[in-house]
């Protein structure tokens, strides 16, 4: 009998061997498909990684680019609308530490789209006080009478008054239900950020464990551009659904006196909810088909260098879980605080920590208001400063972080180097914010609230909204129903106009025999006002243009700093706690900065209020109109307070950092950090090394 020592024996019998050809045979030993559905595996998992990436940025970006709208849909403070912001990051921190630990000890793809799932439902919960709530009110005297020249704004009591058609009328009948709607936006946001957990921890360990290690890098570039066209994305849909009004499709679009301008509007932010819990629903999906684990010994396309000394690698692989399991639960815990005191006691470590959490806190109330700022200080709708943002704004980020890396790679610059690239640009871009200062417009003139109803300005203390041309009137105070007047100055009402008559109907509503612009303006004989706020002055919209120029320009600059800022943070700890001062990192700015920054932004943006709107059933709404001086000192101060010591931190990480340099220098020990090091070069460490590095002291000069 012949013998054939290329064919298998496990797989093939002594006659299947003699009866077939030996080119036959050895075709159908080669794990073809076995290697086709490994490379496949890892490449359907990191496309369904992916976009669960875009999923998730693609919501939060809806979300900032809803607040606004949110305040006023569910009439809530800034302040409010900020701790409803910060519900995502709550969301995560109840459950990261216990997925991030757990986690990988399960079926990790499955996970990941139960967390998928979770976001979805969140999204959906989100969307649910729309249905419920009812149509949305705001104020207004427009009426549905043939026989409107009878009636006087001047004389009318605008709780009398009956509404426009396809406007419900003001009830409390569910007045306990409406008032804390929010609350389940709020449970909405949170389940998001429970269901956003796993996705990161996981998606990056499963990518790690059964890619090729030279393609990890790759693998995670694609991560962070699909996160960033999330953004994208959300801000410009956000921008498209801001110009729909709430209720469209179920109230006469004919019969709404207001526009997107209008600081009563509100577009329909629940459609961009909508969306995003399909987008995640569906970015589940992929993953319930993906197995718990790749074949990293039979795939040769995710083998990681086990080709030398199988047999030992394999016996140290199935060895691993005993030598965990052989250390309790006690030695283990009592590790990680001894890992914890070694990341605390790092003084370069800590210097960082505090001036990013100083920096990402400016940047996220910066991010969660930017919208509102644009609209009160230069008049644009959200519409559009969400569209500014995504065509203007986000492009300059994403070009300043690929930038950032080319040059960090190209240059191989060192840690000194680094940390003079990345404090300097973002300096130079914290001083160009300074010229936000001078392109702010002035107070939008307003009758009785930012000037006299003579147009002259005054202390806030001695205007008012009476007036001697309006003293006959029976004006409602609580109301926030703009007219403007053929001089230019706008009202609060036709009422505080002293506008006696009215022609037109619904958006085509015209005010005549205003006694108010008479007085201000006495050439005019039949003076008249038309429904909303008169348009800001050229000079305004021109420094609009050059706010924006500036803001994009800062905004590169920031983001071309990003990726130095973030090499210190892994380099300035030893090998074997990277992941440690990453998650502590995450932790901190999450709990100190992701949660209370948007809410103290948003009580100092509220204190700049001028107007305050009521509810339905005469409660406080959100804010019409603020004091825009008062607003942009108040924002930008906050951000400076905020970004200025970040800054002489950094000062100090510096020359710290020098200091440690000369003195490992002088010491000459064999794990010197020299400036010339490149930042993406692996530092190889023995056991023995490690154990030496324990002390606090050496801890401060390890780079």
């Given amino acids: 009998m012949m013998t054939q020592p290329d064919i298998d024996p496990m797989n093939k019998s002594a006659m299947e061997m003699n009866t077939k050809p030996p080119e036959e045979t050895i075709t159908k030993q080669l794990p073809l498909k076995q290697k086709t559905t490994g490379c496949q595996g890892i490449k359907v998992f990191l496309a369904a990684l992916a976009f669960s990436y875009f999923s998730k940025v693609y919501a939060g970006a809806m979300m900032k680019s809803s607040i606004t709208q949110l305040e006023r849909r569910f009439g809530i403070p800034s302040s409010t609308a900020g701790f409803i912001d910060g519900g995502f990051e709550m969301g995560n921190l109840?459950?990261?530490?216990?997925?991030?630990?757990?986690?990988?000890?399960?079926?990790?793809?499955?996970?990941?789209?139960?967390?998928?799932?979770?976001?979805?439902?969140?999204?959906?919960?989100?969307?649910?006080?729309?249905?419920?709530?009812?149509?949305?009110?705001?104020?207004?005297?427009?009426?549905?009478?043939?026989?409107?020249?009878?009636?006087?704004?001047?004389?009318?009591?605008?709780?009398?008054?009956?509404?426009?058609?396809?406007?419900?009328?003001?009830?409390?009948?569910?007045?306990?239900?409406?008032?804390?709607?929010?609350?389940?936006?709020?449970?909405?946001?949170?389940?998001?950020?429970?269901?956003?957990?796993?996705?990161?921890?996981?998606?990056?360990?499963?990518?790690?464990?059964?890619?090729?290690?030279?393609?990890?890098?790759?693998?995670?570039?694609?991560?962070?551009?699909?996160?960033m066209i999330g953004p994208l994305f959300g801000f410009l849909l956000g921008s498209v659904f801001a110009r729909l009004y709430v209720d469209v499709g179920f109230v006469d679009m004919d019969a709404i006196t207001i526009s997107p301008t209008d600081a009563r509007w509100v577009g329909a932010w629940w459609m961009g909810f909508l969306v995003a819990g399909v987008i995640a629903l569906i970015s589940g999906i992929p993953f319930l088909f993906l197995p718990k684990s790749l074949d990293k010994k039979e795939d040769a396309c995710i083998q990681k260098n086990l080709e030398p000394m199988e047999s030992n690698a394999e016996n140290s692989y199935g060895q691993k879980p005993d030598i965990q399991g052989g250390k309790g639960d006690a030695g283990q815990l009592n590790e990680f605080f001894k890992s914890l005191k070694r990341i605390l006691g790092n003084k370069l470590y800590l210097l960082l920590l505090c001036s990013s959490l100083l920096n990402t806190s400016s940047f996220i109330g910066y991010m969660t208001y930017q919208g509102k700022y644009m609209e009160q200080q230069y008049g644009q709708s959200m519409s559009r400063s969400n569209f500014i943002t995504a065509v203007a704004i986000l492009p300059m980020v994403l070009i300043g972080m690929f930038l950032?890396?080319?040059?960090?790679?190209?240059?191989?610059?060192?840690?000194?180097?680094?940390?003079?690239?990345?404090?300097?640009?973002?300096?130079?871009?914290?001083?160009?914010?300074?010229?936000?200062?001078?392109?702010?417009?002035?107070?939008?003139?307003?009758?009785?609230?930012?000037?006299?109803?003579?147009?002259?300005?005054?202390?806030?203390?001695?205007?008012?909204?009476?007036?001697?041309?309006?003293?006959?009137?029976?004006?409602?105070?609580?109301?926030w129903d703009p007219v403007c007047g053929d001089n230019g100055l706008t009202y609060v009402s036709a009422c505080f106009a002293g506008c006696k008559n009215i022609t037109g109907l619904k958006k085509e509503t015209v005010f005549h025999n205003c006694s108010c612009i008479e007085k201000a303006d006495a050439v005019l004989k039949n003076s008249s006002a038309v429904w909303g706020e008169c348009r800001r002055s050229d000079e305004c919209s021109k420094k609009f243009i050059f706010y924006t120029i500036v803001k994009a320009v800062s905004s590169f600059l920031f983001s071309l700093g990003s990726?130095?800022?973030?090499?210190?943070?892994?380099?300035?700890?030893?090998?074997?706690?990277?992941s440690l001062a990453v998650g502590l990192m995450m932790l901190v700015i999450r709990a100190l900065g992701g949660i209370p920054a948007p809410v103290y932004f948003g009580?100092?943006?509220?204190?700049?209020?001028?107007?305050?709107?009521?509810?339905?059933?005469?409660?406080?709404?959100?804010?019409?109109?603020?004091?825009?001086?008062?607003?942009?000192?108040?924002?930008?101060?906050?951000?400076?307070?905020?970004?200025?010591?970040?800054?002489?931190?950094?000062l100090i990480f510096y020359f710290l950092l020098k200091k440690n340099l000369r003195k490992q220098e002088a010491e000459k020990t064999e794990n010197e950090c020299k400036e010339g090091t490149p930042l993406n070069e692996e530092i190889k460490l023995t056991d023995t090394e490690i154990s030496a590095r324990r002390s606090d002291a050496e801890m401060n000069t390890c780079l």
């Fill in 94 to 227: 109840l459950v990261i530490a216990f997925v991030s630990y757990f986690g990988a000890k399960f079926h990790r793809p499955k996970i990941i789209a139960f967390g998928c799932f979770i976001m979805s439902l969140g999204s959906f919960l989100m969307v649910l006080p729309h249905f419920f709530m009812g149509y949305y009110q705001y104020d207004t005297i427009s009426f549905t009478s043939n026989n409107i020249s009878s009636f006087s704004p001047c004389l009318l009591n605008p709780q009398d008054s009956p509404k426009i058609k396809g406007m419900p009328r003001s009830d409390c009948d569910h007045k306990i239900v409406t008032s804390y709607a929010w609350i389940f936006v709020l449970l909405g946001n949170l389940l998001r950020g429970i269901g956003e957990t796993p996705i990161t921890p996981l998606g990056i360990s499963y990518l790690d464990d059964f890619s090729r290690e030279e393609d990890v890098p790759l693998y995670i570039s694609i991560l962070h551009t699909s996160a």
């Fill in 404 to 479: 950032s890396g080319f040059i960090m790679k190209k240059y191989k610059l060192g840690i000194i180097s680094a940390t003079k690239m990345g404090y300097t640009v973002s300096f130079i871009g914290f001083a160009l914010t300074f010229l936000y200062l001078i392109l702010g417009c002035d107070n939008h003139p307003v009758a009785g609230l930012t000037v006299t109803y003579d147009r002259n300005t005054a202390a806030q203390n001695q205007l008012s909204l009476s007036s001697a041309c309006n003293a006959n009137c029976t004006c409602s105070t609580t109301q």
């Fill in 563 to 578: 990726v130095p800022m973030y090499m210190l943070f892994i380099r300035s700890v030893p090998q074997d706690l990277k």
């Fill in 603 to 650: 009580a100092v943006i509220d204190k700049t209020c001028l107007k305050w709107g009521s509810n339905p059933c005469g409660q406080k709404g959100s804010c019409r109109i603020y004091d825009a001086v008062q607003y942009r000192y108040s924002f930008y101060g906050l951000i400076t307070a905020l970004r200025a010591p970040s800054f002489l931190l950094g």
